[in-house]
Every structure is written in C-alpha cells, then in structure tokens.
C-alpha cells in the first residue's frame, strides 16, 4: 500500500496541508489515497471510494465506537491567522451541525437501528452522485467536528447557507431497504457550486453557538463511506486537469464585458436595419411603374382571353372610350379563342409603357405583338387605336387620302406615343402629293421613326413598316424639298439594311437621282448601271437605260426632238416657227427669181452630264443654236 498524498489537484504539486489552496497556482488541496488514487478532501480521515485511512494513522476496520465529544470548530495554527473568510465558513458549518443534530434528536422517537459496519452491495444501493463533505465544499480542517448524525428522509430540510446549496430538482431515488435506514438522504449529496473568495471583505461573523451535548441514545456508529454503485456516474473532473486552466471567469468576463455588449448590440441594430430595409425595398418595388403596369397590362389579356369584354374595356382612355363605342371595342376583340404568353415590359419612361407578349392562335404560327400603356389619373390605361387604323387602311385602299389623313390624325390624338400612328399620317400627307405639305410630311415621317427607336414598337428599323417611312422620307426630301444629301444618306441607310430585287431598284433609281441634284455624275451613272441589272419591270429597265444613254452622250437624237418641240412665243414650237420662217424665204427667193433654199439641218453635240448644243444649219449659215438639258428638259436660246 502506497502513503496517501496531501498534493494540489490542479498542478500535482506536494502541499503541506495546513492549506485549503495550492499557493502556486490557486488549486484545490486533496489527498490522495494510497489504495486507489482517488481525490479526497483535505479534511478527510477515510477515502470516500475504498475506506482506507489517509491521514497518516493506522488502516484498520471501522466499527462501532462511542460518540466522540463535540468539539468547537478547529482554530488557526498558532502563528498564522485565519482569514475571515475561514472564520466564517467554519462558524457557519459548526452552527448548521449543531442545528441538524438538535433537530434530528426532538424528532427521534425510537432509536435508530444500527448501521451495519460495512457497505451494503453495490446491487442494492441506488445510483446516485457522491455527495461532498461540508469540509471539501469550504476547503477547510474541519476533522475535530463529529459527523452529523443519520436521519430520515421525512426530516431534511436544506440548510440555505453562504454558498447557496439548492438541492437540483431530479428524479426521484429508488425506496431504500433495510440495510439503508438511517442513510441521509440523496438529496443532501447534491454537489454545491464551489465560490472562490472574493475580494470584497466579508461581513462581521457572528461569535460561534458552542455545540450543545447530544442526547442519550444509543451511541453512533462511526461513518463508513457505501461503496460505490456499479452504475453511479464517475466524477466529474475538469477537462483541463492537468494541464493549465485558463483563470475562473475568463468566458463570464468575455460575454459580459462592455465590447461584447457593444458588439451584439451593434449586431442586432444592423439585423434589424436589414429587416426594415428588405421591407421597405418590397413595398418599393410593388409601386415602381414596371410591377404596376405589368399588373394592368395582364390584367387587361387576361380579361380579353376569357371574353370578358366589359372588364377589358373598363381599362382603355378616356379618348379610347370616345373614338371606339363598346359595341365597336367587342366587334374588334371579338375573335377564335387565342392565348398570349412571355409578357414584357420593354421600356417605362414617365407615363409611358411599352409591352411585348407573344400571341398564339390556333391554326396560325405565334406573332409577336406590342401595346402601349399611358398612365392617366394615376391608373395605367390602355390606348386603344385598332378600330381606327383599320380603317385608314381602308380609306388609303380607296385612294382616299384625305380621309385617310383624318383617321390617322385621330389615332395620334388617342396615343400620340404609337409610331403606327404617326406613321400612317406620313403615308397619307405624301399620298396627297402637295408640295406644299412637304415640311408636314418630314415632319410626321420623323416622328414616327424617331418613336419607333426610343420605344420598342411594331415599327423597328428593319420592319416592312420604318423601310417604307424611310422611303417616303427620302422622296419627300429629293421632291418636295430639294434637299438632295438628305436624300442620298436616307437612300443609302435603306440600301444597307438587305432588301429584294424590286426595293433595291427602286431605292438605287432614287439615290442615282439625289446623286444628279448633287451634280456628282459618275456616281449616278453607277447606280443607273446596278439599277439595269437588278430591275424587274421594263418600264425601270428603260428608264436605267435612257438614263446611262443621257449622261454618256447618248442623247443626241433625243435632244434635238426637246429642242423641235420647245414652245416659242405665238403659241408655235421651235420646228413650227423654223418651217414658216423657211417658207416666207422660199416665197421671196422665188419672187427675185433666185431659186430654191438650201435644206436646214438640225445637229445635236454632247456638252457635259444631260447637257446638249442642239443647233439648225442652211449649208454653212447657222440659222440657230439652243442649249438643251435632258434631265430637267429644259431648253434654252444660245447667245
């Protein structure tokens, strides 16, 4: 058998056991056994785990033995003083001894059957926590005390002392047996949390009540540790031991020190912000323009895919309602059943949205459509403009432009965002062919090409629709405003963006002509050559030829019959006037008896671009000469 050891649990360091705390590192002071190793308390005679002895006395057998005096708490070593803390806790524990054992004796009716000198089996003693003697819970010597004596488990009561010890509400223990009367009861051991001293001085200790004599009674046994129950749980020892500990309090400063508080303060203000902001932001975006248009806009199909005609209609303009009746509105929509799908918003600017969905109708391949949606009172409506482009469609098939124009005006009041709109109104002002409109007709013309780029539209810059309002620009701007650069680059723009035989004829023809108003020749009669080439119809492969045969000196003939034919003053043309002028000669060249006239001969020489010298010749008198423009058939007298 190994000597027991009296060394610190913390640091294993040899104490010289006058001290509760190891003095190097503020450690709990136990003794070792020798047996089993196990840690007792410092005030300890017996280990709690096997029964040795291990305050240096001889092992022996604990039996029976009279009740030892009382004896008053155990005073500091002479020479050293104790600490007011130790003073305290001392009183304190001899005064609730004292207590328990008057109590336990005015309770006591019979004496207590003897408790039997060894433990009882492990199988019989119920699973339960060690409990921890008074002086292990102090850290102090409080060996000269006597053990409280047994008592029964009716009689607890909790001493409510400095430390605070609350039995741990659990469950309830298993009935005791026979061997176990006059066991204190489970609820006694419950470990008490350990409270080093602090640094505050305590209070004033009363002066401690000297025990009183106990009555007589039989004498008590001697306390002998039970042994420990098989499927008792270990004790619980630090995971640090061993090793060194970080000091007592270091994660109760950690959390309540004034930078944590400030932290999760800091955290639960920028959580809630967030909440607030998310909020916020939702609330924002259910009025933004795009979610509120998009809503009316689905709204709107939605109603006209199930017929409902009346809920539809409540979503157009006011000017909607006036130019197109409900009657009229359900005879337009009214239709084979269809469906949309893939609804867009395009663009949202100010009160004006545009809308692409693509259309799907039985028997028909899907089209991509568009609407516009202009907001009016606050409310996002619908500008209706079907049953009026309609019929200008039908006013223009019947060449009648001007009713034409008044249609497409109309439907520019309803919407004046819809390019269709402003584009109808082009084509009707240059259907009308007065040139005095041309300035109305750009006008129109640019607006819808200029609504057709800022909003996606029916009208893009490669649709059937803006290459035709480009082409009416172009003649507008060659024809009605001589303004032949424009001419040419809006030409050229339509050249570039891919087209058929028959558009690029045409569009070639024009641009070879603003080329001429330009008096760049050669680049006019290198459109007149594609022009010949590509041109369907004979009546343009004719013009592209004359027009070659004009500016390369082919003219000739052609000149002489614009000169013959221009009109002179009496109402006669040139020819006319020549052949009277020749025959009061022939008369009077008769009467002088002279003889007939030399034959006039008329000649043409090539000048330069369309320009021709045509001149009339008698031998060698030239009787005449004129100065003849093929392209503007203009004829002029030569000085």
Aim: glycine share 6%; aromatic share 6%.
């Amino acid at each position: 058998m190994a000597p027991p050891q009296v060394l610190c649990e913390n640091c294993k360091a040899p104490q010289p056991g006058d001290k509760p705390l190891c003095a190097g590192c503020g450690g709990r002071v136990v003794r070792a056994c020798g047996d089993c190793g196990f840690h007792n308390s410092l005030a300890k005679k017996f280990c709690d785990t096997c029964g040795s002895r291990i305050d240096g006395g001889a092992n022996k057998q604990v039996g029976p033995s009279k009740p030892a005096p009382a004896a008053p708490a155990a005073a500091p070593k002479k020479g050293k003083s104790a600490s007011p803390l130790e003073e305290r806790v001392v009183e304190s524990a001899s005064h609730e001894m004292e207590q328990a054992r008057r109590h336990a004796d005015e309770k006591k009716q019979e004496p207590a059957e003897p408790r039997p000198s060894a433990a009882p089996p492990a199988e019989d003693k119920p699973a339960g926590p060690k409990p921890p003697a008074l002086n292990a819970v102090a850290g102090l010597n409080l060996d000269a005390a006597p053990p409280p004596p047994p008592r029964s488990g009716a009689d607890v009561a909790l001493p409510h002392t400095m430390f605070g010890r609350a039995a741990a509400p659990k469950e309830p223990p298993a009935k005791p047996g026979a061997a176990d009367k006059g066991r204190p009861p489970a609820d006694l051991h419950t470990p008490a949390p350990v409270h080093r001293p602090s640094h505050e001085p305590p209070p004033a200790a009363k002066p401690a009540e000297p025990p009183r004599k106990p009555s007589p009674g039989p004498p008590p046994r001697a306390f002998v540790p039970p042994a420990r129950a098989p499927s008792s749980p270990p004790r619980l020892r630090p995971v640090t031991e061993g090793k060194t500990r970080p000091p007592e309090g270091t994660i109760r400063r950690a959390v309540s020190s004034p930078v944590f508080a400030r932290a999760s303060t800091a955290l639960a203000v920028i959580l809630l912000a967030l909440g607030v902001l998310v909020a916020g932001m939702r609330r924002h975006n259910l009025g933004q323009p795009q979610v509120q248009s998009m809503a009316a806009a689905r709204r709107y199909l939605n109603a006209l895919r199930a017929a409902e005609y009346e809920k539809a209609y409540a979503s157009l303009t006011e000017a909607a309602k006036r130019a197109c009746p409900l009657a009229e509105f359900q005879k337009i929509s009214d239709a084979a059943p269809w469906d949309y799908s893939d609804l867009r918003v395009l663009a949202v600017e100010g009160d004006t949205a545009f809308f692409s969905y693509r259309l799907d109708a039985p028997g028909k391949s899907p089209e991509l459509e568009f609407m516009v949606w202009l907001r009016e009172d606050g409310q996002w409506r619908r500008p209706f403009v079907w049953n009026l482009l309609r019929d200008f469609e039908d006013a223009f098939d019947r060449r009648d432009a001007a009713a034409a124009l008044q249609l497409a005006r109309a439907a520019e009041a309803v919407n004046p965002r819809d390019p269709q709109a402003a584009a109808s109104a082009c084509e009707a002002l240059h259907a009308l062919g007065e040139p005095s409109r041309a300035t109305e007709t750009e006008k129109e013309c640019k607006s819808a090409l200029e609504l057709s780029q800022r909003y996606p539209a029916p009208m893009t810059l490669a649709s059937d629709d803006s290459k035709h309002v480009r082409s009416v620009l172009a003649e507008t701007y060659k024809d009605g405003l001589g303004r032949y650069q424009d001419a040419y680059t809006e030409y050229s723009r339509l050249l570039s963006l891919g087209t058929s035989h028959a558009e690029q004829c045409e569009l070639t023809l024009g641009r070879a002509e603003s080329s001429l108003g330009l008096g760049e020749t050669q680049r006019a009669l290198n459109d007149f050559t594609q022009a010949s080439t590509v041109c369907e119809r004979q009546a343009d492969t004719a013009y592209a030829l004359r027009s070659l045969a004009i500016f390369s000196g082919g003219g000739k003939k052609e000149a002489i019959e614009l000169a013959q034919q221009h009109p002179e003053p009496g109402g006669l043309t040139l020819l006319e006037s020549r052949e009277q002028t020749r025959a009061e000669t022939a008369r009077e060249w008769r009467a002088q008896g002279r003889g007939p006239l030399p034959p006039e001969q008329w000649e043409a020489d090539y000048v330069d671009g369309a320009q021709y010298r045509v001149s009339v010749r008698a031998g060698r008198a030239l009787l005449g000469a004129w100065r003849v423009n093929l392209w503007d058939k203009s004829v002029q007298v030569e000085q």
